[in-house]
């Protein structure tokens, strides 16, 4: 992720930090947002990306509005990964009409997903239409959505690659009753990326998926490491942990997210905001470290006894 001069000093690094960092590179220095890498490629990415079933609104402007809003912080903070899918109703079309506004296609990492269940011709067409709404020529990430006709829809993602017209390819779930098939398919299939639900609320994907996504070299992607919002009630006003602090919290939700993450296994998470203030606090996780093996179960412990 490159951030020119003028988006570091709208970012709220200083001139200071601008001189030490040496101008308009990429991020270094001791304020570096985490990256973790692709295992596949190598390639770095912001381990805080976006969510996106939420951005289905249409074309009303009033809806629109925060979200280009929070689209356009995400940018500026250094985001670059971006999940959205057919399924979440105009969720494309607006990030589409949105990216193209803000002319930031080029700094993003753009993943979808098909879910198309009547063969191979059906899948194209899904891709061509995400394409088409997205307003883009190339998807750095294709998925195949809750497994649906991932047995037609792997060949033609692989197709798709080939061409160069899909960066990645992966598979994805977010709930433990298609684990058993998930795993499966992790054995046999040779694929990039998986995005699963892994939360503290949530433990299961890491019994069997996430070593197996270690061990076959696939990048994870965590989605609902909020529980979809859920867990915020069960943590409600209680206060933060000091020992939290030791690993950069200030917040539950970077409490929430730098557990999930801070899992070996773990490349990004992606939560859902279409609130600036959540873009802002979400991105706080990014950055200091993360916790580590005896620190995660510490959470654990003191998440359970909530
Ligand atoms: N099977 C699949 O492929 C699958 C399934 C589920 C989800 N996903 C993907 O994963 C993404 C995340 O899942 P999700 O959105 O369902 O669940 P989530 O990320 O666990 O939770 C999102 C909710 O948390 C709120 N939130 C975000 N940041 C917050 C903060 N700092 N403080 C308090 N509340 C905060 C959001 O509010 P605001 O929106 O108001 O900011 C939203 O209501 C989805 O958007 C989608 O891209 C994929």
């Keep these: 992720m490159k951030l020119t001069r003028r988006e570091f000093s709208k970012a709220g690094l200083g001139a200071a930090a601008l001189a030490a960092l040496g101008g308009s590179n990429a991020l270094a220095g001791p304020d570096e947002m985490i990256r973790k890498a692709i295992p596949s490629s190598g390639e770095l990415l912001p381990i805080i990306g976006l969510g996106t079933n939420r951005y289905g609104v249409g074309k009303s402007e009033a809806a629109r509005a925060p979200l280009r809003q929070a689209l356009e912080r995400f940018h500026r903070l250094g985001g ?12 494309e079309f607006v990030l589409g009409d949105l990216i193209e506004e803000l002319g930031i296609r080029g700094d993003l990492f753009l993943a979808t997903k098909t879910d198309r269940t009547d063969g191979s011709a059906g899948t194209h067409a899904q891709i061509n239409e995400s394409l088409a709404r997205l307003k883009t020529d190339t998807i750095d990430l294709m998925q195949v959505h809750n497994l649906l006709g991932w047995k037609d829809a792997l060949p033609v ?31 046999q299939e040779k694929l990039d990326f998986v995005q699963l639900n ?16 270690a061990d076959r070299g696939m990048a ?16 409600g006003d209680q206060p933060l942990p000091e020992w939290a602090r030791n690993f950069g919290c200030e917040s539950w939700a970077q409490f929430l997210l730098k557990y999930a993450i801070g899992h070996p296994a773990a490349t990004l998470s992606i939560p859902g905001m279409t609130k600036l203030h959540h873009v802002d ?26």
Excluded at 80 to 91: L, N, Q
Excluded at 222 to 230: E, L, T
């Design 80 to 91: 670059t990964v971006i999940d959205t899918a057919p399924m979440y109703r105009t969720s």
């Design 157 to 187: 993602l692989r197709e798709w690659k080939q061409e160069g017209r899909i960066r990645y390819i992966g598979i994805t779930t977010s709930r433990a009753s298609q684990y058993e098939e998930f795993e499966k398919i992790m054995q």
């Design 198 to 213: 892994y939360s503290l609320e949530q433990r299961e994907a890491a019994e069997r998926l996430l070593p197996l996504a």
């Design 220 to 235: 994870v992607m965590i989605n609902r490491a909020f529980g979809g919002g859920r867990i915020f009630n069960k943590v």
């Design 281 to 306: 606090d979400n991105f706080g996780a990014a950055h200091g470290r993360l916790p580590d093996a005896e620190e995660r179960r510490r959470q654990e412990v003191f998440f359970d006894n909530l």
